[in-house]
């Protein structure tokens, strides 16, 4: 019965150490491939196998040994006095292509390239099945071999295609026509590294560099095209690929799994509602803030614990930074240039954390958002780049808690800036804990904050103390009467403009703020994207 | 061994455009491009009120961007570039 599903061995042609070709498959004959390389014990121990099955089935059956270095080669040869063929494959394509992750590795196909038999390391019982069933295809006797003097097995060693840094080039190579960015050359005295900071690719700090076998690896992390345009970024609205999130992604220092947030991230920040064009380029310091939600916080190990708004974790550190260096290197956003904080803040290198969902009493902020819980979510909000610290060691229910909380969140902007927008609140679980022992939800959480920072129109005016403040023409007022004076406007235009997680760790009575910039449709308004995970 | 590294950039050339001819006089039709930051109306106002006193032969149209925080919309740089001669753009705080 002919087998429709059989998947034949992968086709090559190698030269041997006669100066002829080997060519596989289809072939005249039945092949016996044989694996090895010059440094493994284990493949030292097979030679005199290999050689045997030359001698008795070679007129019958092609019997090649394949080596894995053209020095290593030169030398099996000679030590075991080999005269099977032995075919270089020091560029380890065919080693690669086969799959192999040890040699010896043993495989004998039929002339088409049907895979029959195979095996790794050394098997005495693998080889005497194997040399019964060369004399069963050959017709030839089999040769006596004294099999007590070769040990039950012994383990192979590992293959050098899949060596460290080897595996990724011969990926990468296998692979290449998926790139289609701009390759450069460096020249041999060139250091990579100098290279990437004298053509202002970097943040300041140093990047990996972005050979195509890191790219390669980086794009394992989608299941999207390379050639997919993501986005158009600001300010220069250029389309980025994929491969080119790839490209930056790599130089943040991220892993492939993290590719997704990276792209969920740049999706949500180049909207009109996000405007990140206005985010970079205004004098005030802002930036993306991204946060993390859904189980992918797990998976990519984030951290939304001790520290969570600090340093010291990959995937917080790289993925933040990843999406700034494509905005940077692909939209054009440079400092100095259409970046042009007056100040800067040191979130601008990268601003990325999780919250802390299982520490929370209240449901996530992407379920809050219209999210599933079990859907890994990423939400961008453009605010100031870095985030401030709110004690309060001392306050035992959540109505002092959280009055005391909204008094700190006065100094956001200015004391004296009433009805403005988003900020993102950070609560800790120490100041959770507080606020879940009275049961109360998010939506009394911003109407507290809103009661506390409430103030007279008569506190919030520009005056000769403080010239900072409100207007009366911007209130729509000419000539107040004292009762209009006395109308209170809370910090907030709106209590949903107070954005609230909970991350941070279990010891210490401090929240945080990240402080808003212009907010809204003449501004930025956070923006949630799901993410689209390979597995 | 040659190190290859893919371009993270846009690869785009940036296009290098003239300045346009000098002819040594203002005539004709001025944008003055208020772009919605605080107290930009009162620059405006102040060269307006300097342009029509030494420039009496110039139509001044004024022009506001919706808000400071987003390029200008298409329609307003379109309406700009078919109505004007010159711009003035006003970047104040």
Sequence with gaps: ?535 | MKQVIIDPTDERVPLRRMLAARSGTIAGRVALLDIAKPRGDVLIDRLAEHLQDRLPGVEINRYRKPTFTKPAPDELRRRIAEESDFVIEALAD
């Design chain 1, 1 to 535: 019965m002919a087998d429709v599903s059989t998947n034949y061995l992968p086709a090559f042609e190698l030269g041997d150490s006669s100066n002829g070709i080997a060519r596989a498959f289809p072939c005249a004959r039945a092949v016996l491939l044989c694996f090895v390389k010059e440094d493994c014990p284990t493949c030292g121990l097979t030679m005199g196998l290999i050689e045997a099955a030359h001698i008795s089935f070679g007129a019958l059956v092609e019997v090649w040994a394949i080596g894995q270095d053209a020095e290593g080669n030169a030398k099996l040869v000679e030590r075991h006095r080999l005269t099977a063929p032995m075919l270089d494959d020091s560029a380890l394509k065919v080693s690669f292509a086969y799959g192999l992750d040890t040699v010896p590795t043993i495989i004998l196909a039929d002339s088409r390239g049907a895979e029959i038999r195979r095996f790794a390391g050394f098997g005495r019982d693998d080889w005497r099945e194997m040399f019964a069933e060369l004399a069963r295809l050959s017709g030839a006797d089999s040769p006596s071999i004294d099999w007590k003097s070769y040990p039950e097995s012994r383990p192979g060693c590992g293959s050098k295609s899949v060596e460290p840094g080897i595996a990724e080039r011969l990926d990468a190579e296998a692979r290449g026509d998926k790139l289609t960015a701009r390759r450069i050359e460096l020249g041999d005295a060139e250091d990579v590294f100098e290279f990437m900071f004298e053509r202002g690719l970097t943040d300041g700090l140093p990047v990996v560099p972005p050979t195509p076998e890191r790219v390669m690896w980086m794009l394992t992390g989608t299941r999207r095209d390379p050639r997919d345009v993501v986005a158009t970024v600001p300010p220069n609205l250029a389309p980025v690929t994929v491969e080119k999130v790839a490209v930056n992604a790599v130089m943040a220092g991220c892993r492939p799994e993290y590719l997704p947030v990276v792209i969920a991230a740049l999706e949500a920040v180049c909207t009109d509602e996000f405007n990140i064009h206005g985010v970079m380029a205004t004098t005030w310091g802002a930036t993306p803030v991204i946060v993390v939600s859904g189980p992918i916080r797990h998976r990519l190990g984030m951290n939304m614990g001790m520290m969570a708004l600090g340093y010291g974790t990959r995937s917080n550190a790289t993925i933040g930074r990843a999406l700034k260096l494509v905005i940077r290197n692909v939209g054009g956003a440079r400092p100095g240039e259409i970046e042009r904080s007056t100040l800067g803040a040191i979130g601008k290198f990268t601003t990325c954390f999780a919250e802390w969902e299982e520490r929370s009493p209240w449901e996530p902020l992407h379920v809050e958002r219209g999210f599933k819980k079990e859907e890994s979510v990423v939400t961008a909000f453009g605010l100031e780049a870095g985030s401030r610290q709110i004690a309060d060691q001392t306050s035992r229910t959540a109505r002092a808690l959280v009055g005391s909380l909204g008094l700190g969140l006065e100094a956001c902007w200015h004391p004296k800036q009433h009805g403005s927008g988003e900020i993102l609140l950070i609560i800790s679980p120490e100041h959770a804990d507080t606020i879940a022992r009275d049961k109360w939800n998010k939506a009394q959480v911003r109407a507290r904050i809103q009661e506390v920072t409430s103030r007279p129109i008569r506190e919030l005016l520009q005056d000769d103390d403080c010239g900072e403040g409100i207007t009366l023409k911007a209130l729509g007022m000419t000539n107040p009467t004292e009762e209009q004076l006395a109308q209170k406007i809370p910090k907030f235009r709106r209590p949903e403009n107070i954005n609230i997680i909970v991350a941070g760790g279990d010891a210490g009575k401090f929240s945080a703020v990240f402080a808003g910039w212009v907010s809204g449709p003449m501004g930025s308004s956070s923006v949630s994207r799901r993410i689209e995970e390979a597995i």
